[in-house]
């Protein structure tokens, strides 16, 4: 059955600092992949997608994330913190039913917090 | 375009009743997928809708149900609501199919049961 794991339900860096926040899936088949933020009392909005284009995938807010097959992983990346980045971030796959694409599984999600 | 709405934005209900709740989708997407989320269980995948069918089901008892109107609007309903379907029900809305398109969602409807 396909899953996704998030290493780490709390994450704390410093303004500046790398931000690294770990995904793993199991699935299958290929996959399709995607990381998704939540502000306190919002919904979820997208931050990027994978879709079995290019591994290296950019998205919003100078986030970016690689898909690496071979180790059944996509973490979220971003190379200067800003305290605007304090937020929930949630990795999700979905499924596939009978060749059309289905739901998304989330993980349990990360909370990044980001010190002064 | 106007984003995702949900309505009511809270509630408060006792065990044993039960409730609908509302989502109205961006113009022009024909999808809508409900969320559950709990700190204990975290987000989990309740239904989608697609022009007004099913496409799939999470795995919800039968107790949790839902539809999908002409103009894209759904409702979930929820009987003899239980302490533990205390939760942040998310609603999202997509051009496609959930699983391969970009989802926008709602900011969601707090359900309290008592």
């Known amino acids: 059955a396909q899953s996704v794991t998030q290493l780490g339900s709390h994450v704390s860096v410093s303004e500046g600092a790398l931000v690294l926040l770990r995904c793993n899936y199991s699935?299958?088949?290929?996959?399709?992949l995607f990381w998704y933020v939540q502000y306190p009392n919002q919904g979820l909005q997208l931050l990027l997608k994978?879709?079995?284009?290019?591994?290296l995938v950019k998205g919003i807010n100078g986030f970016e994330a690689e898909f690496k097959k071979s180790e059944t992983s996509f973490h979220l990346t971003k190379p200067s913190a800003h305290m605007s980045d304090a937020a929930e971030y949630f990795c999700?796959?979905?499924?596939?039913?009978?060749?059309?694409?289905?739901?998304?599984?989330f993980g349990k999600g990360t909370k990044l917090s980001v010190k002064p | 375009k106007a984003g995702v709405t949900q309505t009511p934005r809270y509630l408060i209900k006792t065990r044993g009743q039960q409730v609908t709740l509302s989502c109205s989708p961006i113009?022009?997407?024909?999808?809508v997928s409900w969320y559950q989320q709990t700190p204990g269980q975290g987000l989990q995948f309740l239904f989608e809708?697609?022009?007004?069918?099913?496409?799939n089901k999470g795995n919800f008892p039968g107790r949790f149900s839902g539809r999908q109107f002409s103009n894209s609007r759904s409702e979930m309903n929820v009987s003899t609501l239980e302490l533990g379907d205390s939760a942040l029900y998310l609603c999202?809305?997509?051009?496609?199919?959930?699983?391969?398109?970009?989802?926008?969602f709602g900011p969601g409807t707090r359900l309290t049961v008592l």
């Open positions: 999202a809305s997509s051009e496609g199919l959930a699983g391969y398109n970009e989802q926008f």
């Open positions: 699935s299958s088949v290929p996959p399709y």
């Open positions: 994978y879709t079995s284009a290019a591994t």
């Open positions: 999700a796959v979905s499924l596939y039913y009978g060749g059309s694409q289905g739901n998304l599984i």
């Open positions: 113009s022009g997407h024909r999808s």
């Open positions: 809708y697609f022009s007004e069918t099913q496409r």
